[in-house]
């Protein structure tokens, strides 16, 4: 079963306490990104991997930081977090057409 | 840049009947790709449809069919059928290809959808 699996799903933390989520996909994907959600802004791209070592920035990147050691884990990094990134977090992972999403990840920061 | 637009914050519909959740987008590139997405309250986002721009036929999954009208740019949502487990946020997105082979999804603001009893 192709699956994109984020963890934690749910995680309150205090500002500055850094915190990695995880992203892994089963399905040999080059592409993964990353989505934050917040209300009224809808989903917005924060880091985006074609592959292995490849990283780049998205469209919101600051306070975060990603990595590409291996094609199936792309986790996103959060060195202090402060509370203007509490969000709802996305994992996706594509080829082609098909684009998979993580379940999400709640994170709150106070 | 690419844009999506969805006119509607919020839906209703008696179960059993059909809706139309509107998408219109914005964008100079000839070939795209529209996807239409379902977010229950639980957060995930549930893939339903794609559409092609270059796809002769409108897409249809089940009880979800893509009203693609190329030269309006829209592409609406159709439910058939609704069920009370189609109650959800429902969001329209774009592919937007980028220089160097990177690309991301552009997204509507959503939906929502209620289905009543």
């Known amino acids: 079963e192709a699956q994109v699996t984020q963890n934690p799903r749910y995680l309150i933390t205090v500002t500055g306490k850094k915190l990695t989520v995880t992203c892994s996909q089963n399905?040999?994907?080059?592409?993964m990104s990353w989505y934050r959600q917040d209300p009224g802004l809808g989903l917005r791209q924060i880091y985006y991997s074609m592959n292995v070592e490849v990283t780049d920035k998205g469209d919101v990147p600051e306070g975060y930081k990603v990595s590409r050691k291996e094609k199936r884990n792309f986790p996103l990094i959060l060195e202090s977090p402060s509370p203007n990134q509490t969000s709802l977090y996305f994992c996706?992972?594509?080829?082609?057409?098909?684009?998979?999403f993580g379940e999400g990840s709640w994170l709150t920061v106070v | 840049a690419q844009k999506i637009t969805q006119t509607q914050p919020g839906m209703f519909v008696q179960k059993k009947e059909a809706v139309t959740l509107d998408c219109t987008y914005d964008t100079s590139d000839p070939s795209y790709g529209l996807f239409w997405y379902k977010q229950p309250s639980s957060g995930e986002m549930i893939f339903l449809i794609y559409?092609?721009?270059?796809?002769?036929q409108n897409a249809t999954e089940g009880r979800y069919s893509l009203n693609f009208q190329k030269a309006r740019k829209s592409a609406n949502l159709v439910i058939s059928a609704s069920q009370l487990g189609d109650s959800a946020m429902y969001f329209c997105a774009m592919r937007d290809l980028m220089r160097g082979g990177s690309e991301k999804l552009v997204f509507g603001k959503g939906t929502k959808l209620t289905v009543n009893p």
């Open positions: 559409q092609g721009s270059y796809d002769q």
């Open positions: 399905m040999n994907h080059e592409y």
């Open positions: 996706a992972s594509s080829f082609g057409n098909t684009i998979y």
